[in-house]
Nanobody, 121 residues
Framework: VQLQASGGGLVQAGGSLRLACAAS????????MGWFRRSPGEERQFVAY????????AYEDSVKGRFTISRDNAKNTVTLQMNSLKPEDTAVHFC???????????????WGQGTQVTVSS
């Protein structure tokens, strides 16, 4: 599986963005998927994950109620709908694939290249 993230950009606080992660290969549905982010000078932070079938999701506390992760195994894509964006959401956002769901980035072996999200106040 190879991953390509897109959809980042510049948005005002309170706005929305929809990130997409397109996967190549035939094994997408065998992987749990996660979104992580990294701000300048900060450690990588878990954002959300979704199970192989899409029935189980989890979110980092600061994004609960604002972000929604979903996947379409027929189209080999996972998306992150981000609403009510805040300046502190500014970061490079990465999608990742792993054999199990986890908020620990070390559990994910395949990473996309990242897409920049910038939220202005």
């Amino acid at each position: 599986v190879q991953l390509q993230a897109s959809g980042g950009g510049l948005v005002q606080a309170g706005g929305s963005l929809r990130l997409a992660c397109a996967a190549s290969g035939r094994t997408f549905s065998r992987h749990a998927m996660g979104w992580f982010r990294r701000s300048p000078g900060e450690e990588r932070q878990f954002v959300a994950y979704i199970s192989r079938g899409g029935g189980i999701t989890a979110y980092e506390d600061s994004v609960k109620g604002r972000f929604t992760i979903s996947r379409d195994n027929a189209k080999n894509t996972v998306t992150l709908q981000m609403n009510s964006l805040k300046p502190e959401d500014t970061a490079v956002h990465f999608c990742a694939a792993g054999s199990t769901m986890s908020s620990d980035g070390e559990r994910y072996k395949i990473w996309g290249q990242g897409t920049q999200v910038t939220v202005s106040s």
